[in-house]
């Protein structure tokens, strides 16, 4: 069955029905079966606050280029239901075979959003959260939301996710008003991660005001092009600003077969000026040392292979971006892969189970 | 023999010494044998006009993030003697058994300069690049420079360039301005490229003024990550803003293995919203069409394989980027890629044949 993806996109007033989710890839044949075990982990939920605010802020003048999605929304959008945790959300994860989802506060997460109104958005999230994987005993993990605006918060919030919410590590969504994890302002929250032993999932969302009329046409501000330019970028300044000389043992994933940096990887280290970023390693060992990736939204077979022979298997998650994509149709590419056995277990669930301690 | 090119990069006070290119990669050994016939395709020059023009501008308070390498430069450094169209290159290219150079003006090219300058500098530097293809006979083919920032001027200097200078196709250095070339008032250009059956090479600068705080710092405006960012960018804009419909036999150069747009194909359809972009075909048909990539600056196999498998061979120009990398480290690298003999000849010299009209 093919399914036309062009008409199932960000921001399009075509948004996602209940219908075609649950019909996609799997119409009029049985489950997939559970055979293999799989972990998605990319997958986005909403909260009431959440959605509040950010319709909220559609109302507004501000140009910001991630508010061209949520000015195609409404409280009753279609998308808003699939983003709730309850719902479908279960139901389709059963009908695809998928055993457990990683589940993270939809972009851009509380990142656009004064100081307090933040730290109280991202806490009652994590509470949900937790309160959700616990409801659904072994179907869920999760990776809390903080407050880069006010990174004291952040780290607060961060500590109180792990030890005692149990959540499983962090989400960032990219830029924050334009700045990146690399400014040392921001450092505090990079040291908490560390100390925690958890990693941080850098998700996309659009790039910042300033680039507004570079990416502001033709959807290119969203996964057409623009969020793996946005998070490529960000990743690009965590290791060119030495935060990996600094945190040696952060852990940071990145979606979407990498954002793109992984083929870029020969020529950042022919090309990168020790004058311009005193780093201590060439750029890819940070990548193949820090970095995991995960295949969110990207079906073809030839990038996997690529990273697999780039990276190696154990730095690359099976994900879905549930409800942006469809389930079925991760599932159908990622057991269709040709790739080894081994590999495929490693990417649909060890790596997830080892990177997040699930156990 | 290993070559630390961390030290030889853009911008880099410790820039390319003459006895740097010419060593590297072939000291104390013979000559790379002649036996296979190579034709680079992405190889710079610059004109005392240039320069000139350049050197000025680095003398403004422009913050221009291009500027930094010009402000790193004086009219004595070596980098500006390697980009003269005389001294050592034809000996170097010997040395590293390269046939012929496809020549063009170094980035920015004339895109900084006001109207009448540019003019000036591109008719200049066009008449000297079809004297010096005269005076080597069989050794150079050229691309002819233009001035977007006056369209009507690019477009006469573009048929003068093809029907009375003989030259091979057109360069652009990226955007102008921050404008790139998707935008109407573009084009008449496009439309001239195309009547002319000549291809147009987008290559790299770096990101417009705006993306300053996103691109400015570790060096990220240069090659290590922002060049892609901004020519990759311009491939999408091109491809999504319909120009391609509009002008189906245009051909699009873009080098550096394609600027990471081969890598991210499969999402940039899965993703392309055609409420957004309402082009008629899937973004990969265009790139599969109407690109050619070239391998400049990168001597990593994988990515070559990758956009073997991808693209087709036949879409793949050698290129070395001289003199801002080494020839002799190219050569080496795609001699002994592990392709076919077929592949390669069609890399190194017959693509490059067909699609600049070298006879």
């Known amino acids: 069955m093919e399914v036309d993806r062009r008409h199932f996109v960000v921001g399009s007033s075509l948004a996602l029905s209940g219908l075609a989710q649950a019909g996609a890839g799997n119409a009029a044949r049985p489950a997939t079966p559970t055979t293999r075990r799989r972990i998605a982990t990319e997958e986005a939920f909403t909260t009431p606050a959440q959605t509040k605010a950010m319709l909220a802020l559609a109302d507004s003048s501000w140009p910001s280029l991630d508010l061209g999605l949520w000015r195609s929304r409404t409280i009753d959008s279609p998308m808003i239901s699939h983003l709730s945790l309850e719902g479908d959300r279960l139901r389709l994860m059963d009908q695809s075979g998928i055993a457990m989802q990683v589940l993270s506060l939809t972009s851009p997460g509380v990142q656009m959003f004064d100081a307090d109104l933040g730290v109280a958005i991202a806490e009652d999230a ?15 993990a999760g990776l809390a939301t903080f407050t880069p605006q006010a990174p004291k918060q952040a780290v607060k919030e961060m500590e109180r996710a792990i030890s005692r919410l149990g959540l499983n590590g962090f989400i960032c969504n990219s830029h924050t008003n334009g700045e990146y994890l690399d400014d040392a302002k921001y450092w505090p929250i990079l040291e908490a991660a560390e100390a925690l ?25 969203f996964a057409v092009w623009g969020f793996q330019a ?24 990145i979606g979407h077969m990498g954002e793109n940096v992984p083929f870029h990887l020969g020529r950042s280290d022919t090309r990168h000026n020790r004058e311009h970023a005193p780093i201590k390693r060439k750029p890819s060992e940070y990548f193949l040392d820090n970095f995991y990736i995960t295949t969110s939204g990207v079906t073809d077979h030839l990038p996997l292979k690529y990273c697999i022979e780039k990276l190696g298997a154990d730095k690359i998650l099976w994900a879905v ?14 057991d269709a892969a040709p790739i080894s056995e081994a590999d495929r277990e490693a990417i649909y669930f060890r790596n997830a189970e080892r990177v997040f301690r699930i156990t």
Chains 1, 2 share one sequence.
């Not at 032993?197 to 501000?221: C, F």
């Not at 971006?321 to 990622?334: G, L, S």
Request: proline share 6%.
């Open 197 to 221: 032993d958890r990693p941080i999932y850098i998700h996309p969302r659009s790039p910042s005001d300033a680039m507004t009329s570079a990416y502001g046409k033709y959807g290119l501000e």
């Open 230 to 253: 946005e998070v490529g970028l960000h990743a690009m300044r965590l290791i060119l600003g030495g935060v990996f000389d600094r945190f040696p043992r952060l852990k940071i994933i």
């Open 321 to 334: 971006d549930y409800p942006y994509e469809f389930n079925q149709i991760a599932v159908d590419a990622m």
């Open 126 to 140: 994590n509470d949900r959260l937790a309160e959700h994987i616990r409801k659904y005993k072994g179907r869920y």
